[in-house]
């Protein structure tokens, strides 16, 4: 939310503030924020597809810092879209702008587009390091503004609400945090800030009511916009004339319409009577003041009012105190799904687009840097997406279609969106969570149910996606893929094997395929060979070795600074100088700052392909549960350095020439290689599914002498010795 002028206004009148040095005491930090403004006020990357690890160091700083002055955040993110629909034209607003943003930015002009993986590299770096955190099922302001109020502790955010919420506590804007600059003796830091509280603001304009200030955001206009007739009130006060303010004023001319405003409004003892007022003032006939005409302005400013209402008890309080049940807020629709689920999304380990798939049927893809002419990078994604929203909407599919020629209506209730139409939302019925009834998967149900249930329904089950179009925003109906045995109802007591091959069903690889790559590299490998198949243009030998390439320099990267290696067993006496000369000249071949002009567009669309397949790729394994292990994205992709490194590789030199001398490296390198490669030979058993378009299939590009499949003699050696060392002559030299 944000009120429109609001912070130019108050952020330009220093006595609404005072000066606070803040340590030893609770914060509660608006998440959205805080990953927004880290970003973009430090030049982080956004040409390249972002520098997550420059980012994930920034968070840690960010955080010790706090530490360091015994600061206790408590980090409050956004969820999925507001079910009331209020917000969604700011919403589309918005996205469109981003896309219009993107393009500028590829063309070397200014813009602000946030990488696609910052939010998911923000929640990993917090859980890491035992921030406290939660994710509530829409939007979180009310809450963060609730949960402040009940502590009496200060809210950390950017957002001009908070201008207008009654907090004893106050409101820190970022603009003021000093927290790159501590200062006081070791044991007693602070950090210098500037806290605003509605007393202050008040107190300017002669005592003014509090309970008035939620009347200017909503005359003003907020997210939620503004009703229709308020134009016409704030004619009718002449607000720009308005000197006086009842005696309260300080009898000159206001500087802004917003300060006008605020004189006008502090005439009035309470809101009651302002209501009263504009009912007066609109010829509203029965003039009852606080809720006024029934459809008159009055009555809809009211409304609007109640979003800045504050009740006295946080449920957050409870979550953040340990309590098991996830905070449902001001949303009873994922009260209604399982008790994993809700879980799932309050510790932010389910990502916004399965929320807004489960709930809203409506998802709204991230715009990223990429070729405009071409079609939208998540294209690339889209069958992974159909997977999602097939296990999302399909239940109580196993009831209805238990007879195999029976009735194949749908049960009632089941929240369903049915092409063409709009059905309802959050009625999809309660699943067993985990310890409830013990559900057995047959053979038969693992490897073939796909057939009974897709039958289930006579019209397809669809998600609303608002992707890019060339430069406009387009809504688009993406199928469900009904085609996995698995659904919301069982999902959770599925046994671990069965959710893994529905992953890697999903993303057309066999598990042996994966067999000798580490653990937290597993995701990404199949990610990285479900991306050649279905990207397009087809990537390149060379982007898909600096895409590897880049893997490895994470890998290092992150031994080089904890001194722990998980690969002891396979590379047990490391050469820790050969692999830090390694280290080196990877870091050489970064994009620099004075370097970043002259994007090569198609080359950033191919790795934008590559981020949308792995964004997606996350959903789907949060949703699973978990089959395989997140990987740890700052060491995964770091966009200057990739686009480094292919410029490298393309200027004729060869990936060897950048491993020379270490060992360790030279193994992972092709291991992840052949690992991919591995991974990207069969077709995309999806790409047959509903509203698949075949996208991948016969490009001739794959045929010549590949080697072997993964699983033959010499994996087991692979596997725990990275023993494999292949010419890389095999492969097709087109860029």
């Keep these: 939310m944000g009120v429109q002028g609001l912070t130019t206004y108050v952020e330009g009148n220093s006595h609404f503030f005072h000066d606070v040095k803040l340590r030893d005491s609770r914060l509660v930090i608006d998440g959205c924020s805080l990953y927004f403004r880290l970003y973009f006020t430090h030049g982080l990357d956004q040409q390249h597809g972002g520098d997550y690890d420059a980012f994930a160091c920034l968070l840690i ?125 070791a044991s007693h830091r602070y950090i210098s800030a500037r806290c605003y509280t509605t007393n202050n603001l008040c107190r300017w304009f002669g005592g003014m ?84 005409a029934k459809g008159g302005l009055s009555s809809q400013l009211w409304a609007g009012m109640q979003e800045y209402h504050i009740t006295p008890q946080s449920s957050l309080a409870h979550w953040f105190s340990g309590g098991k049940a996830a905070p449902g807020g001001q949303s009873y629709l994922l009260a209604q799904l399982p008790e994993w689920l809700s879980q799932a999304a309050a510790q932010g380990s389910l990502a916004p687009l399965v929320l807004d798939a489960v709930v809203m049927q409506r998802v709204l893809l991230i715009p990223q840097v990429e070729n405009s002419k071409l079609p939208s990078s998540h294209c690339s994604a889209r069958a992974i997406r159909q997977a999602i929203y097939g296990i999302l909407l399909q239940r109580g599919q196993d009831k209805v279609t238990q007879g195999r020629g029976g009735n194949t209506q749908l049960p009632k ?65 993406v199928q469900a893929n009904l085609k996995s045995h698995l659904c919301l109802d069982i999902l959770s007591q599925a046994p671990v094997a069965v959710r893994l091959g529905t992953l890697l069903e999903v993303l057309g690889v066999k598990e042996s395929a994966l067999l000798p790559v580490p653990p937290h590299l597993k995701l990404a490998v199949a990610v990285t060979g479900f991306w050649l198949k279905e990207a397009v243009p087809t990537p390149s030998q060379h982007q898909l070795q600096a895409l590897v390439l880049g893997m490895v320099y994470g890998e290092l990267s992150w031994i080089n600074q904890t001194g722990s290696n998980h690969y002891q067993d396979a590379v047990p006496q490391m050469n820790w100088p050969a692999e830090r000369q390694v280290l080196t000249g990877m870091q050489r071949q970064c994009v620099r700052a004075g370097e970043r002009r002259g994007l090569d567009i198609g080359v950033a669309h191919s790795f934008s392909q590559w981020q949308a397949c792995l964004w997606s790729a996350l959903s789907l394994n949060q949703l699973m549960l978990l089959p395989l292990p997140v990987p740890y994205l700052p060491r995964l992709f770091s966009g200057t350095l990739v686009h480094g490194l292919l410029k490298y590789l393309k200027g004729g030199r060869a990936a060897e020439s950048l491993l020379a001398g270490g060992s360790f490296s030279g193994h992972l390198y092709f291991t992840l290689l052949q690992a991919v490669r591995n991974c990207s030979y069969k077709a995309h058993p999806s790409s047959a599914a509903p509203g698949g378009r075949g996208r991948g299939r016969g490009r001739g590009r794959r045929g010549k002498g590949r080697g072997r499949r993964g699983g033959g003699r010499g994996t087991e050696e692979i596997n725990n010795r990275f023993a494999l060392l292949l010419s890389e002559e095999d492969w097709d030299d087109d860029d």
């Design 61 to 185: 700083q960010f955080l010790c810092a706090l530490a360091a002055c015994d600061i206790q955040p408590y980090v409050v993110l956004d969820g999925g879209m507001d079910p009331s629909d209020k917000k969604f034209a700011t919403l589309r607003q918005r996205l469109q702008s981003k896309i219009r943003e993107a393009d500028s930015i590829s063309h070397g002009r200014s813009g602000s587009v946030l990488p696609i993986l910052t939010r998911d590299v923000f929640i990993h770096v917090l859980i890491q390091r035992g921030v406290p955190l939660v994710q509530c099922p829409a939007e979180a302001d009310w809450e963060i503004a609730s949960l402040a109020h009940q502590w009496k502790c200060p809210v950390l955010t950017n957002d001009s609400d908070f201008y207008i919420f009654d907090l004893p506590g106050g409101y820190l804007p970022f603009r003021f945090f000093q927290w790159t600059n501590l200062n006081g003796k």
């Design 413 to 477: 209730g089941s929240g369903v969106k049915s092409q063409g139409k709009r059905g309802g939302r959050g009625q999809a019925g309660r699943g067993q969570g985990p310890g409830g009834a013990n559900v057995e998967f047959s053979s038969e149900q693992v490897a073939g149910a796909t057939a009974v249930q897709s039958q289930g329904c006579s019209a397809p089950m669809c998600v609303e996606e608002f992707d890019r179009l060339d430069l406009n925003l387009k809504k688009n109906q």
């Design 209 to 292: 009511n509090r309970e008035l200030l939620p009347l200017c955001a909503v005359l003003t206009g907020n997210d939620y916009g503004s009703p229709k007739d308020a134009e016409t009130l704030l004619a009718l006060i002449d607000v720009s004339n308005l000197g006086r303010g009842g005696g309260r004023g300080k009898n000159r001319a206001p500087a802004s319409r917003i300060e006008g405003l605020l004189l006008w409004l502090s005439s009035f003892s309470s809101s009651g009577e302002a209501l009263a007022e504009v009912s007066r003032l609109m010829g509203e006939n029965d003039g009852r003041g606080k809720k006024g």
